[in-house]
């Protein structure tokens, strides 16, 4: 399965979900925050969220402010 990362393309074997990806990609610290096809996945969705053929993730470092 293909999908993209951050703008880079990323094979997978099966099936995937967010909080699997993240491992292996080495982005599971704290404080950040994902989209998936421009849709912000909420953090306690990720451990059910499966990946599909063609998904296009945006994983980048939430930041509070004002």
Do not use: C, K
């Amino acid at each position: 399965m293909q999908i993209v990362v951050n703008d880079e393309s990323v094979t997978l074997e099966g099936s995937v979900m967010l909080t699997e990806l993240l491992e292996r990609l080495s982005h599971s610290q704290p404080g950040i925050a994902l989209a998936v096809n421009q849709q912000i996945i909420p953090r306690d969705r990720w451990a059910e969220y499966i990946l599909q053929e063609g998904d296009e993730l945006v994983i980048f470092q939430a930041i509070a402010g004002g």
